[in-house]
C-alpha cells in the first residue's frame, strides 16, 4: 500500500507592519531604556491561560557569557515596543533591577504563587493582571 506524502502548512509574517507578533519572535528581543541603553533580553513570555492576557515578560539580566543569569519577571503593562530602538522598551535603573523579585536562571519560580505574584506587582507598582 503507498502512502502520500504529509506535506507540512508553513506560515509565514508578511512583510508589511502591522500590530500583532507571534511569542517566538518577542522571545530574545532586546529590552532598552528609552536612552537606548540595552537592559535584558526577554527570555520568555508568561501567558494566563484562561484570561488570554500576557501577565509578564521575563527578562534575562545580569549574566556574562551566560554565566550569573537572573530572570526577572516584569508586569507586562510596564514595557512598551519602541520602534525607534526595536526593542521593548522599560525605564528602570540597574540598581532597581537588582532589587526587583528575581530568581536563578537554574532555578524554577512557582507562577501559581499569588503572594510572589502581588510581591512583582507591588515592586512595580502596577495592578495585578488578574485584576485583583
Do not use: C
Not at 55 to 77: D, E, N, Q, R, T
Not at 101 to 121: C, Q, V
Amino acid at each position: 500500500m503507498q502512502t502520500q506524502p504529509q506535506t507540512q502548512a508553513t506560515f509565514t509574517m508578511p512583510h508589511k507592519p502591522h500590530r500583532l507578533i507571534p511569542s517566538d519572535r518577542v522571545e530574545g528581543t532586546a529590552v532598552r531604556r528609552s536612552d537606548g541603553t540595552k537592559v535584558g533580553t526577554i527570555q520568555r513570555l508568561m501567558i494566563d491561560k484562561v484570561g488570554g492576557k500576557i501577565a509578564y515578560a521575563v527578562l534575562s539580566f545580569g549574566s556574562f557569557m551566560g554565566i550569573g543569569a537572573k530572570h526577572i519577571p516584569v508586569p507586562w503593562v510596564r514595557m512598551k515596543y519602541s520602534a525607534s530602538l526595536d526593542a521593548y522598551e522599560i525605564n528602570v535603573t540597574d540598581e532597581e533591577l537588582s532589587r526587583a523579585p528575581s530568581y536563578e536562571a537554574d532555578k524554577e519560580f512557582d507562577w501559581g504563587n499569588r503572594d510572589d505574584e502581588l510581591m512583582i506587582h507591588d515592586y512595580y507598582r502596577t495592578p495585578p493582571y488578574w485584576g485583583a
